[in-house]
């Protein structure tokens, strides 16, 4: 029995060193040298202020800055220690009714516009976390935010082609606009 319990002890505890210390301060290591920034939060700061984490999604609900895509993680939003979906089918009337809330609001917001409403808008993300929109959810506001903030329409549009990041390596996904770089960016104006 001895000659069995001291090789499993051996290699319970080196794989406990091997996976639970070396592994995860080798990768900690290679991360702070090498993608320091992401490693740590992909944070922004303004003036020594935390402004938020360009890919964790924030609450913006004044007329006067771009709206993120909704958040899934009630009931805090956009709460980074609870990422999930919204779990809501498509024929769930919970998510009907979410989808018709948030078009009123933002037809409450900008009663004159007439577009069709993207639907990144409307609908959370897998994550219920994404901190970027749409080129089509951006341009849909583009008129409030120029309203509220006395700013022309034409200023807030290429502000949006500012901060409108193409497809990864040219091929992979959608363009998108990352809605705190573009609000922050409203803000140094």
Do not use: C
Not at 9 to 27: E, H, M, N
């Amino acid at each position: 029995m001895k000659n069995l319990l001291r090789p499993m002890l051996v290699l319970f505890v080196a794989l406990t060193v091997v996976t639970g210390v070396v592994y995860p301060a080798v990768v900690t290591a290679i991360g702070q040298a090498a993608f320091s920034h992401q490693a740590n939060g992909s944070l922004i700061e303004r003036d020594g202020r935390l402004m938020g984490s360009e890919i964790i999604g924030q609450q913006f609900d004044a007329p006067r800055y771009f709206w993120g895509r909704l958040s899934a993680t009630a009931p805090n939003p956009y709460n980074a220690g609870s990422s999930s979906g919204s779990n809501f089918g498509p024929t769930n009337p919970a998510l009907a009714d979410e989808i018709k809330a948030r078009i009123a609001a933002l037809h409450d917001a900008d009663p004159g516009n007439e577009a069709a409403v993207p639907v990144d808008l409307v609908t959370s993300s897998g994550s219920g976390l994404d901190p970027e929109i749409s080129p089509a959810a951006a341009a849909y506001q583009v008129s409030r935010v120029a309203k509220a903030r006395g700013m022309s329409v034409a200023r807030v549009e290429a502000l949006v082609a500012q901060a409108t990041s193409g497809r990864q390596f040219g091929v992979l996904g959608e363009p998108r606009v990352n809605v705190l770089k573009l609000n922050l960016a409203l803000d140094g104006e």
